[in-house]
């Protein structure tokens, strides 16, 4: 069984911190559960555009509010509490956070927990263990 409490890990190396976003990732590739598991805080007027091409991601938004634009598509989707969107094709996509929101995500193939976006905006396949 693995237990963690997320106000420890926002002291330990598993809380990453870049530009307009902070995650604290509970699970990760060494605990062998096949994904991770991450809080992540997007800071109110980010705007990030990703392209997660090693990866797939859920996420569900817990407080907060802002948009996803799918940029294959042009596509806007609002992000509010409750909001889940799943990134199954590898969506280039831009996330606004028009407050602070926290979501909760899950990744797979798991990341191993130093990860920060690529000028690409994805993250390594392989990246520094925590």
């Known amino acids: ?4 409490d997320l106000d420890d890990a926002l002291k330990s190396r598993r809380h990453v911190v870049s530009k307009g976003w ?5 699970l ?10 991450h ?9 990030l555009p990703m392209h997660y091409k090693n990866h797939l991601e859920c996420v569900y ?5 802002g948009s996803i634009e799918d940029l294959a598509t042009g596509e806007i989707h609002e992000i509010r509490p409750g909001v889940m969107y799943a990134l199954d094709k590898n969506d280039r996509h ?7 929101m926290m979501m909760a995500c899950v ?3 798991p990341l191993n927990g130093l990860e920060v976006h690529d000028e690409t ?6 990246a520094e263990t925590v």
Not at 22 to 26: Q, Y
Not at 39 to 47: D, F, L, M, Y
């Open 1 to 4: 069984m693995i237990v963690r």
């Open 22 to 26: 902070e995650s604290t990732r509970l």
């Open 28 to 37: 990760l590739k060494d605990d062998r559960m096949g994904y991770s598991f």
């Open 39 to 47: 809080i992540t805080k997007i800071h109110a007027g980010a705007e």
């Open 61 to 65: 938004c817990m407080s907060g509010q």
């Open 94 to 100: 831009v996330l606004r956070g028009t407050t602070e």
């Open 107 to 109: 990744f797979n193939p």
């Open 121 to 126: 905006g994805a993250y390594a396949l392989e």
